[in-house]
């Protein structure tokens, strides 16, 4: 298969599509288009925590700023996997996420001729390299297998090995703890918010677990495994299915109840129990 994934909504993906269906009869699977425009970070987020769902595939990732510009292409092993994206940092955190160890990412750089357009490199450049990829597997990557793959990538003539991919790293909250080694407050940063407003901190879920109540920059505010735990318009913290700590609104909106943005800075401090 190859995913797809970008932040162009309706109907650019479709250009892609047709584009991939020249070269090769993959079935393709959209993980998003409307991931947060021209945000690789937060994109970059979200799919280190889609991606590592899928079986061994192509993913074509295009989050593009820097479109027109002299970033380069960028096509990233990760294990049997292969992610094909613009060098914006928007590749790394999820090849890290789908290889055994970071030892098993390799990044190449893509030899591009003129491109028909200086604005949709989606099309023109990103979906032809995907599809070009997937060709060379009869069964796929995951029957190939990480060397089968390498070895794919390396034999291809307009790929170059990339001497400095550009990267994210997300940020690491900072915990302070009491004389036993307890977590009693955490200063954190508000990663990404989805389409529901739930605010998305870096703060790992292990940190809250066993908390009732914790100050969210100041205000109370209880610890709920559920939604249903608290009632419709009442706020809370919760664990969610990425492993990190959200602030949230059971029906309605954490972002607008907590005052949240992306960047924005949290701190959480246990009340009268260690976090």
């Known amino acids: ?36 425009r021209g945000d690789p970070r937060a994109a970059a987020f979200w799919l280190r925590f889609v991606l590592p769902e899928f079986p061994p595939a192509v993913h074509c990732a295009v ?11 960028l096509v990233v092993r990760a294990g049997a996997h292969v992610i094909v994206a613009p060098d914006n940092g928007l590749a790394m955190p999820p090849a890290r996420a789908l290889a055994a160890d970071e030892s098993d990412v390799e990044a190449w750089t893509v030899a591009v001729d003129d491109p028909a357009s200086e604005t949709f490199h989606g099309r023109d450049v990103f979906a032809p390299v995907a599809a070009r990829i997937r060709a060379r597997f009869d069964d796929g990557p995951a029957t190939a297998g990480s060397e089968g793959v390498a070895a794919a990538l390396e034999s291809m003539d307009d790929l170059s090995p990339a001497a400095d991919p550009v990267d994210i790293a997300f940020p690491e909250p900072t915990v302070e703890r009491d004389e036993d080694g307890d977590p009693v407050a955490v200063d954190g940063e508000v990663l990404v918010i989805d389409r529901f407003g739930n605010v998305v901190t870096n703060v790992p879920g292990e940190l ?45 909106r954490g972002d607008g109840a907590f005052d949240l943005r992306p960047g924005d800075d949290v701190r959480l401090v246990g009340d009268n129990v260690s976090i």
């Open 208 to 252: 809250v677990r066993g908390s009732d109540w914790i100050r969210v920059n100041g205000e109370l505010t209880p610890v709920a495994e559920t939604f249903g735990a608290v009632d419709p318009g009442d706020r809370l913290v919760t664990v969610g299915s990425h492993g990190y700590v959200e602030c949230d609104v059971n029906d309605g």
């Open 63 to 73: 989050i593009d700023p820097g479109v027109g510009t002299d970033r380069d292409a």
């Open 1 to 36: 298969m190859i995913t797809l994934a970008s932040d162009f909504g309706s109907p650019y993906p479709a250009a892609m599509k047709g584009v991939i269906r020249r070269h090769t009869d993959a079935e393709l699977i959209d993980v998003a288009h409307d991931l947060p």
